[in-house]
């Protein structure tokens, strides 16, 4: 939470030193290529594939044969990625010409997103080591710092972004990419320490291809594209909206990095606290207490994500408007943006619950079923933003990442269902329609309210914010009182079940 707040602080100030226009656009494509991967190998593939084979050296051999298994892991994916990155960086040129292919149209704009790439793209060697590192804490129960190491790069590109707008620095699109660049180096050495203090740091030494890495890399590949079809449409659709006009591409930025919130506070950490469980138990042939553990996140992610739904289709414009509209993001920016994060919402169930799906494939070593729904799901987002895009716009592109995102949990729980590894319990199935009615109430509520206070949102900046914040602090508490009076689900319970157990 801390980290996707200071996120929220470093986009409201890119918005108000930068607005949304040619240099934003630049930036945020430039900003995409280490991101995207820090979401597919943080949050997607390390966290697939390494997490279970860590867990089972563990259990099996003990820390010392772990312990050797990561250091062979990363040694590997250090030389691989060293190499991947000196040549993304020299090839930067062609590799945006046909990811961001709109951009050509404009040479000044497609010569600075280059630039911008090439220097931010060595984010990404750092950010595969620390996707291990933090792989390794999560397997041993330790959470918090692979999830507060973000706050570093938020930390740093704030500092830079105050220095921009106090004009103590030019050209804060430089800064910003230097700044993300930094933050990984800074963001590795903070999980070298952590993992150190917890006495599991690995050593370096020649790279070898030994069976068990061999079989995680197997495992890994395919992890890739299965564990971040979400952020792998998001990349399709920059490439699309790249053809639009300029602030396409930032629209759909700031749209997705306020969807983000939920996303990361509770599906990230729904999926990364559920795969070392499902691992064990199903190691230790407890297939009850397996099925019980998805059902319980399912019921959790659901019971924390459906508000969040309501609330950003409800009022997306009074969210953006306060959050962004000031300096260089104007009325029209905020309106743009509205519109597409609108549409984002419609999926953001969808986004959360594959967090806690994927696991049922993952704990079992499975990484090819999702890869293979990702491919199709990505085949289709493709297609349908072509389309609407036409019609919509930015919007239509953000449209279509929903779509497909509730076609891709759609396919992937039917084929664990038909395996026998996931059955909807009696609870769960008590606990979704009345979890749906009280937050389609909320969410009216909500829309009322917003078309009431509609007319002071641009009046003055402080009662702006304050009006929304009532409004949501007042749409949380209705919320959970129809979740208590409709019994959708025991708060207690699940205050307990959050709660982390003391040993």
């Known amino acids: 939470m801390g980290s996707r707040i200071l996120g929220f602080v470093r986009d409201l100030m890119i918005a108000n030193v930068l607005g949304a226009g040619m240099v934003t656009d630049a930036f945020f494509m430039a900003f995409k290529f280490p991101n995207l991967f820090r979401r ?8 697939a594939a390494f997490v279970p084979l860590y867990t089972k050296k563990l259990e099996e051999e003990g820390p010392i044969a772990a312990k050797q298994f990561a250091g062979d892991v990363a040694s590997v994916l250090l030389t691989f990625m060293l190499a991947f990155t000196l040549l993304s960086m020299w090839g930067m040129p062609w590799i945006l010409s046909v990811v961001a292919r709109g951009f050509l149209e404009n040479q000044i704009k497609f010569d600075l997103t280059v630039a911008l790439a090439q220097i931010t793209f060595p984010y990404l060697l750092f950010m595969v080591i620390a996707a291990l590192l933090s792989g390794m804490l999560n397997s041993i129960g330790k959470f918090w710092a692979a999830a507060a190491a973000p706050i570093i790069l938020n930390i740093i590109l704030i500092t830079g972004l105050l220095l921009a707008f106090f004009n103590i620095i030019t050209m804060p699109e430089y800064m910003l990419a230097y700044g993300v660049a930094l933050a990984g180096a800074a963001q590795f050495l903070f999980l070298v320490l952590a ?10 030494w020649w790279p070898r291809l030994t069976p068990n890495v061999k079989y995680m890399l197997t495992l890994m590949a395919p ?19 790249s053809h639009l006009g300029d602030g396409s591409v930032s629209y759909l930025y700031y749209a997705d990095r306020v969807n983000q919130l939920p996303l990361g506070v509770i599906g990230v950490a729904v999926g990364i606290a559920l ?7 199903l190691r230790a042939g407890d297939d009850g207490a397996a099925m019980d553990s998805c059902n319980r996140s399912l019921e959790i992610s659901l019971l924390l994500t459906l508000p969040a ?15 962004f509209e000031r300096g260089s993001f104007d009325s029209h920016a905020a309106i743009m943006t509205a519109n597409a994060l609108q549409a984002y919402a419609i999926g953001l169930p969808a986004y959360v619950l594959v967090k806690a799906i994927s696991p049922g494939f993952f704990a079992r070593e499975d990484t090819k079923t999702p890869v293979k729904v990702a491919a199709f799901t990505v085949i289709m987002n493709i297609v349908l933003a072509s389309i609407l895009m036409q019609i919509w716009a930015h919007v239509g592109i953000a449209l279509a990442t929903a779509i497909t995102s509730w076609v891709n949990v759609l396919f992937l729980t039917v084929i664990l269902v038909r395996r026998g590894h996931y059955k909807m319990d009696a609870r769960l199935c008590h606990a979704i329609p009345r979890l749906l009615t009280s937050a389609i109430i909320m969410g009216l509520a909500l829309w009322i309210a917003g078309v009431w206070v509609d007319r002071f949102i641009h009046d003055n900046a402080l009662l702006s914010t304050g009006i929304l914040a009532l409004m949501i602090i007042g749409s949380t508490i209705v919320y959970f009182c129809l979740v208590h009076i409709t019994g959708a689900a025991n708060l207690r319970e699940i205050k307990a079940m959050l709660r982390r157990r003391k040993s």
């Open 40 to 47: 597919l190998f943080g949050e997607g593939a390390m966290n």
């Open 223 to 241: 992890g890739v594209l299965g564990a971040g079809v979400v952020q792998i449409n998001v990349l399709v659709g920059d490439f699309l909206a």
């Open 275 to 281: 795969l070392p469980l499902l691992t064990r138990q």
């Open 309 to 323: 739904t309501a609330a950003l289709i409800a009022i997306p414009w009074p969210i953006v408007s306060v959050l």
């Open 195 to 204: 993992c150190h203090n917890s006495d599991i740091m690995i050593r370096l």
